[in-house]
């Protein structure tokens, strides 16, 4: 739901500078069909919000979660949760990537590894706090692998696990990341989840409470 800028080009490759100004999901289509004229590709020209997030998800065998805010990550897994769906997440910071994959009941989900968002001045977004431009390619390429696996059903995918990258030291280590019994959306007493507009605490927050 934004179209293409200038500060944008280093980190997002489906665009280019003749592209500035068109709506970024007619420059991503362009690209991917200019690559491969076989794909199908079905854009969604609008904020995910709670009032669209089940009707555009349903379907799909596997979510790749690139979105760079805490609300939204709540929102995706709250719903892929809700209709069963995997996440294959990733997220960076300046100089950092992380990358696991929410196997909804399987393994833990988002709210299990990262309960409660962190105060917002810690949490800059790309625009605000910079990232290394190549960073992001390597994070999704990783995403891209672990969704291939997961369509294909090989190797180990990334459940339960939580990959991360240093570029400072070029450096990955993996990090054990469990269900939690007691969370919110996943837990064995979780109530029934919600899908509503969220909070600063990223909770659902039922219109008109
Ligand atoms: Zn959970």
Known sequence: MDVVDSSNLQRQILHNLDRVGMRKVDSARLTLE???PDLKVLTYDTRLGADNILDIIDGYDVIVDGTDNFPTRYLVNDAALLKNIPV????IFRFEGQITVFNPYVGPCYRCMIPEPPPAELAPS???AGVLGVLPGIVGSIQAIETIKLILELGDPLVGRLLTYDALDQSFRTF???????????GEDAPPIVIAEYDD???PHPVGV
């Open 34 to 36: 200019a690559m491969n």
């Open 88 to 91: 294959v997440h990733g997220s």
């Open 126 to 128: 790309c625009a605000e």
């Open 176 to 186: 054990k990341v469990r269900r939690d019994p007691t969370c919110p959306a996943c």
């Open 201 to 203: 605490l990223c909770m």
